[in-house]
């Protein structure tokens, strides 16, 4: 059996990008709802999939404090990689995605940090790249949190509008 890649898929190869594994509920709950024409994605970490088939954060810790802007804007990037590899598995194809609709985003924040915008960047950039800004822009809120399950760096859940089938 033959697997094309979808227009979204092959826009991700380009950018040097690669859909991994979904990462896996750490809790009793369902990674994404499908309601109608509208995806509901759980809040997500950037979390890589290890040679043990574990799921793992390659980068941990506050913002501000022991992370760096650009470590947290990456941890943005894998944690919307994820978003990606969660909505192919409820939807099947990623180019059946009409419009990005709205992520609201946590960022594990030490006293004083105060830029979680730039980080939430890293999530909101790739989804720019992939869908366009018609398509991939959309309504964020970046807020900021004392802690985070894991010591993860950003979490965020998305809303996303499917074309109609």
Do not use: C, W
């Given at each position: 059996?033959?697997?094309?890649?979808?227009?979204?898929?092959?826009?991700?190869?380009?950018?040097?990008?690669?859909?991994?594994?979904?990462?896996?509920p750490?809790?009793?709950?369902?990674?994404?709802?499908?309601?109608?024409?509208?995806?509901?994605?759980?809040?997500?970490?950037?979390?890589?999939?290890?040679?043990?088939?574990?799921?793992?954060?390659?980068?941990?810790?506050?913002l501000?404090?022991?992370?760096?802007?650009?470590?947290?804007?990456?941890?943005?990037?894998?944690?919307?990689?994820?978003?990606?590899?969660?909505?192919?598995?409820?939807?099947?194809?990623?180019?059946?995605?009409?419009?990005?609709?709205?992520?609201?985003?946590?960022?594990?924040?030490?006293?004083?940090?105060?830029?979680?915008?730039?980080?939430?960047n890293?999530?909101?950039?790739?989804?720019?790249?992939?869908?366009?800004?018609?398509?991939?822009?959309?309504?964020?809120?970046?807020?900021?949190?004392?802690?985070?399950?894991?010591?993860?760096?950003i979490?965020?859940?998305?809303?996303?509008?499917?074309?109609?089938?």
């Amino acid at each position: 059996m033959t697997v094309t890649k979808g227009v979204i898929e092959n826009k991700l190869e380009t950018l040097g990008l690669k859909l991994p594994p979904p990462p896996r509920p750490i809790g009793n709950y369902l990674p994404a709802v499908q309601v109608g024409n509208m995806l509901y994605v759980s809040g997500t970490l950037g979390t890589i999939r290890d040679e043990n088939d574990k799921d793992i954060m390659p980068i941990k810790g506050k913002l501000g404090g022991e992370l760096t802007i650009a470590e947290g804007y990456e941890s943005a990037k894998l944690m919307a990689l994820n978003h990606l590899a969660l909505m192919k598995m409820v939807i099947g194809d990623l180019d059946r995605i009409e419009r990005i609709v709205k992520m609201v985003g946590y960022v594990n924040s030490a006293p004083g940090f105060t830029e979680a915008h730039l980080v939430l960047n890293g999530a909101s950039d790739l989804y720019v790249d992939l869908f366009g800004p018609e398509r991939g822009k959309h309504a964020r809120a970046a807020l900021f949190q004392n802690e985070l399950g894991l010591d993860a760096p950003i979490e965020a859940e998305m809303t996303v509008l499917l074309k109609s089938a």
